[in-house]
Protein backbone atom coordinates (compact mmCIF):
# COMPACT_ATOMS: atom_id res chain seq x y z
CA UNK A 1 0.00 0.00 0.00
CA UNK A 2 3.02 2.19 0.75
CA UNK A 3 4.01 2.02 -3.23
CA UNK A 4 0.43 2.80 -4.32
CA UNK A 5 0.41 5.89 -6.27
CA UNK A 6 4.17 6.36 -6.30
CA UNK A 7 5.75 6.50 -10.22
CA UNK A 8 8.61 4.92 -11.60
CA UNK A 9 12.45 6.45 -10.43
CA UNK A 10 10.17 7.35 -7.37
CA UNK A 11 12.24 6.50 -3.80
CA UNK A 12 10.49 4.91 -1.34
CA UNK A 13 10.88 4.08 2.53
CA UNK A 14 10.65 0.39 3.24
CA UNK A 15 9.64 1.23 6.85
CA UNK A 16 5.84 0.72 6.10
CA UNK A 17 6.65 -2.69 4.67
CA UNK A 18 7.34 -4.24 8.08
CA UNK A 19 10.71 -4.18 10.65
CA UNK A 20 12.71 -5.96 8.88
CA UNK A 21 13.00 -3.56 6.36
CA UNK A 22 13.77 -0.83 8.92
CA UNK A 23 15.83 1.84 7.33
CA UNK A 24 15.50 0.77 3.67
CA UNK A 25 15.00 3.27 1.04
CA UNK A 26 13.74 1.23 -2.41
CA UNK A 27 13.75 2.95 -5.81
CA UNK A 28 10.80 1.66 -8.04
CA UNK A 29 12.17 0.39 -11.30
CA UNK A 30 9.92 -1.17 -13.26
CA UNK A 31 6.50 -3.29 -12.93
CA UNK A 32 3.77 -5.49 -14.80
CA UNK A 33 0.51 -6.55 -14.33
CA UNK A 34 -0.83 -9.98 -13.78
CA UNK A 35 -1.01 -10.12 -17.64
CA UNK A 36 2.07 -9.60 -18.27
CA UNK A 37 2.14 -5.92 -19.63
CA UNK A 38 4.93 -3.73 -18.53
CA UNK A 39 5.42 -0.21 -16.84
CA UNK A 40 6.82 2.39 -19.36
CA UNK A 41 8.27 5.80 -17.98
CA UNK A 42 6.95 8.87 -18.60
CA UNK A 43 3.26 7.71 -19.15
CA UNK A 44 0.88 9.37 -16.36
CA UNK A 45 -1.67 6.68 -15.85
CA UNK A 46 -2.18 4.33 -13.41
CA UNK A 47 -3.89 1.79 -16.42
CA UNK A 48 -3.19 0.43 -19.85
CA UNK A 49 -3.02 2.53 -22.77
CA UNK A 50 -2.27 1.40 -26.36
CA UNK A 51 1.29 3.39 -27.59
CA UNK A 52 2.62 3.78 -31.40
CA UNK A 53 6.36 2.26 -30.39
CA UNK A 54 9.19 1.87 -32.96
CA UNK A 55 12.41 0.02 -32.35
CA UNK A 56 14.12 1.41 -29.82
CA UNK A 57 12.03 2.26 -27.42
CA UNK A 58 11.44 0.79 -24.14
CA UNK A 59 8.48 -1.87 -23.70
CA UNK A 60 9.10 -2.69 -27.46
CA UNK A 61 11.83 -5.56 -28.81
CA UNK A 62 10.96 -4.13 -32.39
CA UNK A 63 12.91 -7.78 -33.96
CA UNK A 64 11.62 -9.04 -36.96
CA UNK A 65 10.49 -5.58 -37.82
CA UNK A 66 10.94 -3.46 -41.25
CA UNK A 67 13.05 -0.25 -40.86
CA UNK A 68 11.12 2.31 -39.16
CA UNK A 69 7.87 0.35 -38.93
CA UNK A 70 5.95 1.17 -35.72
CA UNK A 71 3.60 -1.07 -34.00
CA UNK A 72 0.36 -0.10 -31.77
CA UNK A 73 1.63 -2.35 -28.41
CA UNK A 74 -0.28 -1.74 -24.93
CA UNK A 75 1.51 -0.51 -21.95
CA UNK A 76 0.86 0.51 -18.51
CA UNK A 77 1.71 4.13 -17.38
CA UNK A 78 4.42 4.44 -14.94
CA UNK A 79 1.99 5.37 -11.79
CA UNK A 80 1.70 2.02 -9.19
CA UNK A 81 -1.70 0.73 -9.01
CA UNK A 82 -2.83 -1.91 -6.80
CA UNK A 83 -3.43 -4.86 -9.91
CA UNK A 84 0.27 -4.82 -10.11
CA UNK A 85 1.66 -8.53 -10.03
CA UNK A 86 5.21 -7.66 -9.89
CA UNK A 87 7.38 -4.30 -8.91
CA UNK A 88 11.00 -4.32 -9.61
CA UNK A 89 12.88 -2.32 -6.43
CA UNK A 90 16.85 -1.35 -6.06
CA UNK A 91 17.96 -0.73 -2.60
CA UNK A 92 19.34 3.09 -2.21
CA UNK A 93 19.84 3.16 1.07
CA UNK A 94 21.00 0.03 3.43
CA UNK A 95 18.81 -0.07 6.33
CA UNK A 96 19.83 -1.71 10.22
CA UNK A 97 19.09 -5.31 9.57
CA UNK A 98 20.60 -7.58 6.95
CA UNK A 99 18.10 -9.21 4.25
CA UNK A 100 18.81 -12.85 3.77
CA UNK A 101 20.00 -13.61 0.56
CA UNK A 102 20.14 -10.31 -0.33
CA UNK A 103 22.51 -7.97 1.28
CA UNK A 104 24.03 -10.29 3.73
CA UNK A 105 26.34 -12.16 1.51
CA UNK A 106 29.05 -9.88 -0.84
CA UNK A 107 29.23 -11.33 -4.41
CA UNK A 108 32.69 -9.86 -5.61
CA UNK A 109 32.93 -8.61 -9.16
CA UNK A 110 34.22 -11.62 -10.91
CA UNK A 111 34.76 -10.35 -14.30
CA UNK A 112 36.77 -6.97 -15.03
CA UNK A 113 37.54 -5.56 -18.96
CA UNK A 114 38.87 -7.46 -21.35
CA UNK A 115 40.14 -4.70 -23.61
CA UNK A 116 43.88 -4.10 -22.95
CA UNK A 117 42.85 -0.11 -23.52
CA UNK A 118 39.95 -0.40 -20.59
CA UNK A 119 42.49 -2.79 -18.31
CA UNK A 120 45.37 0.36 -19.04
CA UNK A 121 42.78 2.67 -17.85
CA UNK A 122 41.65 0.84 -14.73
CA UNK A 123 45.02 0.45 -13.73
CA UNK A 124 46.41 3.46 -14.71
CA UNK A 125 49.27 1.72 -16.82
CA UNK A 126 50.97 3.44 -19.69
CA UNK A 127 51.67 1.70 -23.08
CA UNK A 128 54.91 -0.05 -21.98
CA UNK A 129 53.75 -1.91 -19.00
CA UNK A 130 52.72 -5.34 -19.63
CA UNK A 131 48.82 -5.86 -19.71
CA UNK A 132 48.87 -9.41 -19.48
CA UNK A 133 50.23 -9.36 -15.28
CA UNK A 134 47.35 -7.23 -14.21
CA UNK A 135 44.60 -9.35 -15.52
CA UNK A 136 45.66 -11.93 -12.74
CA UNK A 137 43.98 -9.28 -10.18
CA UNK A 138 40.23 -11.43 -11.20
CA UNK A 139 41.85 -14.84 -12.01
CA UNK A 140 39.11 -17.17 -10.86
CA UNK A 141 39.91 -20.30 -9.21
CA UNK A 142 37.33 -23.34 -9.30
CA UNK A 143 36.82 -26.50 -9.30
CA UNK A 144 36.01 -28.33 -12.56
CA UNK A 145 33.83 -31.46 -12.89
CA UNK A 146 36.47 -33.82 -12.84
CA UNK A 147 37.48 -32.52 -9.54
CA UNK A 148 40.76 -30.56 -10.76
CA UNK A 149 41.49 -27.10 -9.43
CA UNK A 150 41.29 -24.78 -12.24
CA UNK A 151 41.77 -21.14 -12.75
CA UNK A 152 40.65 -19.17 -15.48
CA UNK A 153 41.01 -15.25 -16.48
CA UNK A 154 39.56 -13.54 -19.58
CA UNK A 155 41.38 -13.36 -22.84
CA UNK A 156 42.82 -9.68 -23.14
CA UNK A 157 41.22 -8.38 -26.72
CA UNK A 158 43.54 -5.93 -28.97
CA UNK A 159 46.54 -6.67 -27.18
CA UNK A 160 49.27 -5.47 -29.26
CA UNK A 161 52.63 -8.34 -29.23
CA UNK A 162 55.45 -8.83 -30.92
CA UNK A 163 53.19 -11.91 -33.07
CA UNK A 164 50.17 -9.41 -34.14
CA UNK A 165 52.99 -6.47 -35.45
CA UNK A 166 54.64 -9.47 -37.70
CA UNK A 167 50.93 -10.78 -38.67
CA UNK A 168 50.15 -6.71 -39.49
CA UNK A 169 53.34 -6.33 -41.15
CA UNK A 170 52.73 -9.81 -43.83
CA UNK A 171 49.19 -7.97 -44.10
CA UNK A 172 50.32 -4.78 -45.41
CA UNK A 173 53.40 -6.78 -47.66
CA UNK A 174 50.34 -8.87 -48.96
CA UNK A 175 48.12 -5.90 -49.56
CA UNK A 176 51.36 -4.37 -51.17
CA UNK A 177 52.00 -7.39 -53.32
CA UNK A 178 48.59 -7.77 -54.73
CA UNK A 179 48.21 -4.29 -55.34
CA UNK A 180 51.48 -4.36 -57.72
CA UNK A 181 50.47 -7.56 -59.27
CA UNK A 182 47.24 -6.01 -60.66
CA UNK A 183 48.90 -2.84 -61.95
CA UNK A 184 51.27 -5.18 -64.03
CA UNK A 185 47.97 -7.35 -65.29
CA UNK A 186 46.28 -4.42 -66.10
CA UNK A 187 49.37 -2.64 -67.87
CA UNK A 188 49.47 -6.25 -69.66
CA UNK A 189 45.99 -6.03 -70.47
CA UNK A 190 45.80 -2.68 -72.07
CA UNK A 191 49.22 -3.54 -73.67
CA UNK A 192 47.36 -6.59 -75.60
CA UNK A 193 44.15 -4.44 -76.27
CA UNK A 194 46.36 -1.71 -78.13
CA UNK A 195 47.79 -4.63 -79.97
CA UNK A 196 44.55 -6.00 -81.11
CA UNK A 197 43.15 -2.60 -82.16
CA UNK A 198 45.91 -1.69 -84.26
CA UNK A 199 45.83 -5.04 -86.03
CA UNK A 200 41.78 -4.47 -86.21
CA UNK A 201 42.56 -1.04 -87.82
CA UNK A 202 45.29 -2.43 -89.94
CA UNK A 203 43.04 -5.07 -91.25
CA UNK A 204 39.73 -2.55 -91.77
CA UNK A 205 41.67 -0.42 -93.63
CA UNK A 206 43.91 -2.81 -95.88
CA UNK A 207 40.02 -4.12 -97.09
CA UNK A 208 38.61 -0.46 -97.44
CA UNK A 209 41.85 -0.51 -99.67
CA UNK A 210 41.01 -3.47 -101.66
CA UNK A 211 37.48 -1.97 -102.26
CA UNK A 212 38.95 1.11 -103.36
CA UNK A 213 40.93 -0.53 -105.95
CA UNK A 214 38.25 -2.86 -107.07
CA UNK A 215 36.04 0.12 -107.54
CA UNK A 216 38.65 1.85 -109.59
CA UNK A 217 39.02 -1.06 -111.56
CA UNK A 218 35.66 -1.29 -112.46
CA UNK A 219 35.23 2.45 -113.10
CA UNK A 220 38.11 2.24 -115.72
CA UNK A 221 37.07 -0.31 -118.10
CA UNK A 222 35.73 0.77 -121.35
CA UNK A 223 31.78 0.04 -121.92
CA UNK A 224 31.35 -2.45 -125.06
CA UNK A 225 28.03 -1.47 -126.88
Known amino acids: RAFFDKRLSQEVSGDSLGEEFKGYVFKIMGGCDKQGFPMKQGVLTP ?3 RLLLHRGTTCFRGYGR ?5 RRKSVRGCIVSPDLSVLNLVIVKKGENDLPGLTDTEKPRMRGPKRASKIRKLFNLSKEDDVRK ?3 TYRRTFISKTGKKRSKAPKIQRLVTPLTLQRKRAR ?5 K ?3 KAKAEAAEYQKLLASRLKEQRDRRSESLAK ?3 SRLSTGSKPSVA
Open 47 to 49: GRV
Open 66 to 70: RDGER
Open 134 to 136: YVN
Open 172 to 176: IAEKK
Open 178 to 180: RIL
Open 211 to 213: KRA
